[in-house]
C-alpha cells in the first residue's frame, strides 16, 4: 500500500489557518506526488472548526454527495466523521477537511493563505491511489 505524509508547518500556521506540504510515496520508497495543503487551524479537534489531529490513518475512496464518486476519505478519525480530501481553494471551502493544491497564494488578497490549482492537484492524487495510509506530523 502506498504511503503519503502531511507535514504541518508551524512557520506558516496561525490562528486562521494550518499550512502544510502533502507528499504521496510509492511501494518502492519514491516520492509520486507531492503538493501544498490547506486546513482549518487547530481547535481541539473541534467538528467543523479544526484540523484533525495528528497521527495515521487510513485513506480509501468514497461516494460524497458533494464531491462525487472516488473521494478521497480519511477514516477513523477519534470524534469526528467524513473528513475529506476534497478540493477548494480557500478556508472558507473547508469544514473540517483538507484541501490540496499545487502551490500557496493569497488569491483574494485577504492575508489568509489559500491554494491554487486545488481541483487538478485533487485529480493528480485520485489517479494515483485509491487508497493508503495517511501520516501526519508537526514540524
Not at 501544498?36 to 485513506?59: D, F, H, K, M
Request: net charge neutral; charged share 20%.
Amino acid at each position: 500500500m502506498k504511503k503519503a505524509v502531511l507535514i504541518r508547518q508551524r512557520s506558516l500556521s496561525n490562528d486562521k489557518q494550518t499550512c502544510g506540504r502533502f507528499i504521496l510515496v510509492d511501494e518502492k520508497g519514491d516520492v509520486a506526488f507531492h503538493c501544498a495543503s490547506l486546513e482549518l487551524p487547530w481547535l481541539n479537534n473541534q467538528r467543523n472548526v479544526s484540523c484533525i489531529p495528528s497521527g495515521t490513518y487510513e485513506v480509501t475512496k468514497v461516494h460524497s454527495p458533494k464531491f462525487g464518486d472516488g473521494t478521497l476519505s480519511v477514516n477513523s478519525v477519534q470524534g469526528r466523521s467524513h473528513i475529506l480530501i476534497h478540493p477548494g481553494n480557500y478556508t472558507s471551502d473547508i469544514e473540517g477537511c483538507i484541501l490540496l493544491g499545487e502551490r500557496f497564494a493569497d488569491l483574494n488578497k485577504d492575508n489568509i493563505t489559500d491554494v491554487i490549482n486545488s481541483k487538478v492537484t485533487v485529480e493528480s492524487l485520485k489517479s494515483l491511489a485509491d487508497e493508503f495510509t495517511l501520516t501526519i506530523i508537526w514540524i
